[in-house]
């Protein structure tokens, strides 16, 4: 029980999930190698949305824009390594803008995980990150700048990844 709540303590994140919060890649890739085998992914909501005053600001739209509603697409998903729980919980953020050209098939990803995607060409992004602690657990928020276009990507590790994966 002790570990169970050192995962989704409010103090600082345990050591053993740093690595996990902090890495700069595919978290996809990291995933599928501590599982063994390709995530699951199970979509909860994919579909059109309103951006909240702070997503918007995380996005970096400022001054009188961030009064104007804005539409993106949102995917939320589970992703399972090799457990019948979840891992993480994930959330996309699409704004409209940024859905053109080829990035439209950023609508159509169904049960293929994002990293997929984002990392097919490059192993890293350019990116700004920040972290948190939730209700779920701790997560990770990355705005990605992916070809020009903003990304927020926010994913959550819960509960039971830390307790059978990294044993805290």
Request: hydrophobic share 40%.
């Given at each position: 029980?002790?570990?169970?709540?050192?995962?989704i303590?409010?103090?600082?994140?345990?050591?053993?999930?740093?690595?996990?919060?902090?890495?700069?890649?595919?978290?996809?890739?990291?995933?599928?190698?501590?599982?063994g085998?390709?995530?699951?992914?199970?979509?909860?909501?994919?579909?059109?949305?309103l951006?909240?005053?702070?997503?918007?600001?995380?996005?970096?739209i400022?001054?009188?824009?961030?009064?104007?509603?804005?539409?993106?697409?949102?995917?939320?998903v589970?992703?399972?390594?090799?457990?019948?729980?979840?891992?993480?919980?994930?959330?996309?953020?699409?704004?409209?803008?940024?859905?053109?050209?080829?990035?439209?098939?950023?609508?159509?990803?169904?049960?293929?995980p994002?990293?997929?995607?984002?990392?097919?060409?490059?192993?890293?992004?350019?990116?700004?990150?920040?972290?948190?602690?939730?209700?779920?657990?701790?997560?990770?928020?990355?705005?990605?700048?992916w070809?020009?276009r903003?990304?927020?990507?926010?994913?959550?590790?819960?509960?039971?990844?830390c307790?059978?994966?990294?044993?805290?």
């Amino acid at each position: 029980m002790i570990s169970h709540l050192s995962c989704i303590t409010n103090s600082l994140p345990p050591t053993e999930l740093l690595p996990w919060l902090n890495i700069e890649g595919s978290l996809t890739a990291l995933l599928e190698v501590k599982a063994g085998r390709p995530l699951l992914v199970e979509r909860r909501f994919e579909g059109y949305r309103l951006l909240s005053l702070a997503q918007k600001k995380q996005l970096g739209i400022k001054g009188a824009a961030l009064s104007h509603p804005r539409l993106a697409w949102v995917r939320e998903v589970y992703l399972y390594g090799n457990d019948e729980l979840p891992w993480v919980q994930a959330q996309s953020l699409f704004p409209l803008s940024s859905l053109k050209g080829s990035a439209r098939r950023l609508q159509q990803l169904k049960s293929t995980p994002i990293g997929y995607v984002l990392f097919n060409r490059s192993r890293t992004l350019p990116n700004q990150r920040s972290i948190k602690h939730t209700a779920d657990g701790w997560q990770r928020q990355t705005l990605y700048d992916w070809h020009g276009r903003s990304l927020l990507i926010s994913e959550t590790f819960l509960p039971r990844f830390c307790e059978k994966q990294l044993d805290i």
